[in-house]
């Protein structure tokens, strides 16, 4: 069992960066693939970028291929997201998950363990 707890997120200007950050607690990351989800009202949950359990192996969503950077810090538990020039459509709840396929997965249903979420609104 594994907890997570996000944060970072806030209210930023279209074309702002913003750094997210998952901790977690309870077992190692290393144990864990790990992943970046968000969702908004009405909406199902979209990934956003995913990390192998070492980080030998980043994906991310088409949408943030050239404006987001995922990265992991195993040795203090934690996940980031950096996302860069941030436009009104990625306004939404950002979560972070783990996942014990520790190659990695884009795919909700394989991730074990979710955070409580982090709101991201990007004003015009």
């Known amino acids: 069992q594994v907890h997570l707890v996000e944060s970072g997120g806030g209210l930023v200007q279209a074309g702002d960066s913003l750094s997210l950050s998952c901790e977690a607690s309870?077992?190692?990351?290393?144990?864990?693939?790990m992943g970046w989800f968000r969702q908004v009202p009405g909406k199902e949950r979209d990934f956003v970028a995913g990390?192998?359990?070492?980080?030998?192996?980043?994906d991310y969503a088409d949408s943030l291929k050239t404006r987001s950077t995922i990265s992991r810090d195993n040795t203090k538990n934690t996940v980031y997201l950096t996302m860069y020039n941030l436009s009104p459509e990625d306004t939404a709840v950002y979560y972070c998950?783990?996942?014990?396929?520790?190659?990695?997965?884009?795919?909700?249903?394989?991730?074990?363990?979710w955070g409580q979420g982090t709101q991201v609104t990007v004003s015009s």
């Open positions: 998950a783990a996942s014990a396929a520790r190659a990695g997965t884009r795919w909700p249903k394989n991730y074990n363990f």
């Open positions: 990390i192998a359990w070492n980080g030998g192996n980043r």
């Open positions: 309870g077992d190692s990351l290393s144990n864990y693939a």
